[in-house]
């Protein structure tokens, strides 16, 4: 009897030990693991997150650059182009406070030509398509063309005259390449001239000389609308069809 009773205590008293051993294990895998978050929030807090903020800032970089980039790209004219122009203005509007309008063809007034040119879409760049009751006339509205896809030609005012003197070798495709290659010329060296009517005023086949006058101004950002800017005349797939009755002309520009 006393026996049982004293082997009845002794397992109640290993339970109750068995029991706080449990609790005192289970309470120390707790605080083992509280411990372990909390050091888990600390080092992220110290060396996670700076290292997220920082990759996120450099995909943010990257991403404003590729837009930046987009935007130059589609930008009708380039940045150095708009400095270059907006200088040319401020000089432009200098000279005329000193020394009054400097434009010599204010006073001239004629007749615009009718417009015989259309932009026809050509992977990259851009093909001009011209007409005309003569050569010549297509030499004069492909050139014209070429300055219309760089502005709105009609708020162009015939403030001013330029003229050229070329001369090529070879073919007519030489002569219709270098006569649009030194229109483009003036442009860039001229303070951004935009003729908004050529004339040509000799036009010699067998020496293949072209004299002509291009009428207009200097382009004005504060008055004049932005296309898109050609940076060269090429030779790929022109084409000059004299023998039509519309004297036919193609040139591809690089824009």
């Known amino acids: ?8 205590q002794n397992r109640t008293v290993i339970y109750n030990r068995a029991h706080r051993i449990t609790a005192s294990f289970l309470i120390g895998v707790t605080c083992v693991s509280f411990l372990a978050v909390c050091h888990q929030l600390y080092k992220a807090k110290t060396e996670y997150l700076p290292d997220i903020r920082r990759r996120g800032k450099e995909r943010l970089e990257k991403a404003l650059a590729l837009r930046q980039s987009e935007a130059e790209l589609f930008n009708p004219m380039s940045k150095e182009s708009e400095k270059k122009i907006q200088d040319s203005n ?7 406070e000193e020394n009054g309008p400097s434009a010599s063809n204010e ?8 417009i015989k040119y259309e932009f026809l879409d050509n992977t990259a760049d851009i ?3 011209a007409w005309g009751n003569s050569l010549e006339e297509s030499f004069e509205q492909v050139a014209m063309g070429m300055f219309a ?9 015939n403030r001013d005259m330029k003229q050229i003197d070329i001369q090529a070798e070879g073919d007519l495709q030489n002569l219709l390449y270098k006569f ?6 003036v442009y860039g ?6 003729a908004r009517k050529i004339e040509i005023n000799l036009f010699d086949r067998n020496q293949l000389r072209i004299i002509a006058r291009g009428y207009g101004e200097i ?5 004049h609308t932005q296309g898109t800017e050609i940076k060269a005349i090429t030779y790929s797939n022109m084409q000059i069809h004299e023998e039509a009755s519309t004297h036919d002309v193609y040139v591809i520009v690089d824009i």
């Open 189 to 194: 060296t001229e303070d951004y001239f935009i």
């Open 1 to 8: 009897m006393l026996g049982r009773l004293f082997r009845s």
């Open 219 to 223: 382009f004005d950002l504060s008055r």
């Open 180 to 185: 649009l290659s030194e229109w483009l010329e």
């Open 90 to 96: 401020t000089k432009n509007n200098q000279n005329e």
């Open 107 to 114: 006073n001239v007034t004629f007749d615009y030509p009718d």
């Open 149 to 157: 896809y760089m502005t709105d030609i009609d708020r162009i005012e």
């Open 127 to 129: 093909q001009i398509h």
